[in-house]
């Protein structure tokens, strides 16, 4: 066996975990922006809010906690950029008492950054106990009176936002991003009581079972996990963290696949030598 095999063998593992750090560190900081193919379900979501005419309401539920912030909070930034960007009033809310803070930050942020007016382009009403009695409650007696107070306490019975958006009745598209089964709430007592289109979001581990729930018309389209949010980066043109995210999975892949490559090769040299 050549002494640079033997090297190879003898390499300080310490030395991998070093290559596997730098890997998902670098494309982090500094984004490599490799391409992102986009497939049919998130191109279905982003066409549905491209179709909405200016003024149109949009419902996003943002139904999940800081554990899945890596892949939801994306897409409810890429979400909101592309209503706002559209001129569509939002009308935002969670089921998760954990992710109210979250739901605040992001139509806070995002609102900031495309110069939108709270109250009148978009209102966060926040977390409120109930979960399908609020649905039916918004549907039934108004938004207005399911929520008198948003997040931040104020009234929201004199808002602009809801004078022409007054129940579920009048959302033109419901966007569900959950990190569990909260989407079976808003579709048995929301979509299919109200009428109004419904697409989503979900954590890559839940994904393949939303598949079914396009083949049933449950949406018409969602996000799935952190390449879905990666995917509607792409779309909207405005790349965020989660095309920085698929570039340190990408490298990463990329690296382990020729770490285990190189092994094999090293195996089948050896074995020939001895």
């Keep these: 066996m050549s002494l640079s095999w033997q090297k190879i063998i003898n390499l300080d593992r310490r030395i991998i975990y070093v290559l596997i750090s730098l890997a998902v560190i670098i494309p ?32 996003l539920a943002l139904d999940f906690d800081p554990a899945a912030k890596p892949e939801l909070y994306p897409m409810a930034e890429a979400l909101l950029r592309h209503a706002f960007r559209k001129d569509l009033k939002v009308i935002g809310m969670t089921f998760w008492v954990t992710g109210a803070g979250l739901g605040e930050k992001v139509f806070s942020d995002i609102a900031k950054e495309c110069g939108k007016e709270y109250g009148k382009d978009y209102l966060y009403l926040g977390w409120k106990v109930g979960d399908y009695a609020l649905v039916i409650g918004m549907g039934e007696e108004g938004i207005s009176k399911t929520f008198p107070k948003d997040h931040y306490g104020n009234s929201t019975g004199d808002m602009a936002i809801l004078q022409n958006v007054a ?21 048995y007592f929301g979509r299919l009581k ?57 490298v990463t892949h990329m690296l382990i696949i020729t770490l285990i490559v190189l092994s094999n090769i090293i195996f089948f040299v050896t074995r020939r030598n001895k």
């Design 167 to 187: 129940t579920l009745k009048d959302i033109s598209y419901l966007i569900e991003l959950a990190a569990g089964d909260t989407i079976g709430t808003w579709y």
């Design 28 to 59: 982090l900081m500094k984004p490599l922006f490799i391409k992102v193919n986009i497939t049919p379900e998130v191109q279905a979501v982003y066409d549905t809010i491209e179709s909405l005419p200016p003024g149109s309401a949009v419902f």
């Design 194 to 250: 109200y009428n109004f289109k419904m697409g989503g979001g979900c954590t890559g581990v839940i994904a393949a079972g939303w598949y079914n729930l396009l083949k049933i018309d449950w949406i018409n389209g969602f996000l799935g996990g952190l390449r879905g949010a990666a995917e509607y980066e792409t779309l909207i043109n405005k790349k965020g963290t989660a095309t920085g995210g698929m570039d340190a999975q990408s």
